[in-house]
T-cell receptor, first 114, second 117 residues
């Protein structure tokens, strides 16, 4: 399973665009890149998933360069309610016992400042 | 369409008691996962179940922990003889029958926060 590295924390002012970069040098050919968001005292929530180039939905954009060794989650015009922990996940860990699991690191704690 | 439901949201137990956590997956989802999260940490996989079957329990502690997903009713994570180290947030996730495991999207419940006194 590819290891991911992302900043521990980031601060941003309201209304700014926030870019969170995740490194995954050992990404495998079949791995997808998925981002989850977790608010305090809540379960993680799926934000976006991609394989290559750019993916955009109503919440965020995901930029993946050609070598796929990193990815950038872009949140346009953040608000206070975007304060959360953002997790970058690459692939699914196959346990060898019949299942695929999500493997979460410590994520990036985004604090949006008024 | 209701999301993943978990109850109770908060559970307090004294050392040695049993804790029973419930999870109702989203409608149409037949796969259930349980994860545990310690403070300031990411989620750690515990067990994966389908209806009436435990598919993978490689993340479960060897003793005191068990899980089930009966034909009718919610999935249950049971912790016997709780200890202080069991204090954590326990999250359940569900997903539909899988066709492409590498793109699996799991939908999480709000979690149960277990406190062991």
């Amino acid at each position: 399973l590819a290891k991911t590295t992302q900043p521990i924390s980031m601060d941003s002012y309201e209304g700014q665009e926030v870019n969170i970069t995740c490194s995954h040098n050992n990404i495998a050919t079949n791995d997808y890149i998925t981002w989850y968001q977790q608010f305090p005292s809540q379960g993680p929530r799926f934000i976006i998933q991609g394989y290559k180039t750019k993916v955009t939905n109503e919440v965020a954009s995901l930029f993946i360069p050609a070598d796929r060794k990193s990815s950038t989650l872009s949140l346009p015009r953040v608000s206070l309610s975007d304060t959360a922990v953002y997790y970058c996940l690459v692939g699914l860990a196959y346990s060898g016992a019949g299942s695929y699991q999500l493997t979460f690191g410590k994520g990036t704690k985004l604090s949006v400042i008024p | 369409n209701a999301g993943v439901m978990q109850n109770p949201r908060h559970l307090v137990r004294r050392r040695g008691q049993e804790a029973r956590l419930r999870c109702s997956p989203m409608k149409g989802h037949s796969h259930v996962y349980w994860y545990r999260q310690l403070p300031e940490e990411g989620l750690k996989f515990m067990v994966y179940l389908q209806k009436e079957n435990i598919i993978d329990e490689s993340g479960m502690p060897k003793e005191r922990f068990s899980a089930e997903f009966p034909k009718e009713g919610p999935s249950i994570l049971r912790i016997q003889q709780v200890v202080r180290g069991d204090s954590a947030a326990y999250f359940c996730a569900s997903s539909p029958p899988r066709t492409a495991p590498h793109t699996d999207t799991q939908y999480f419940g709000p979690g149960t926060r277990l406190t062991v006194l």
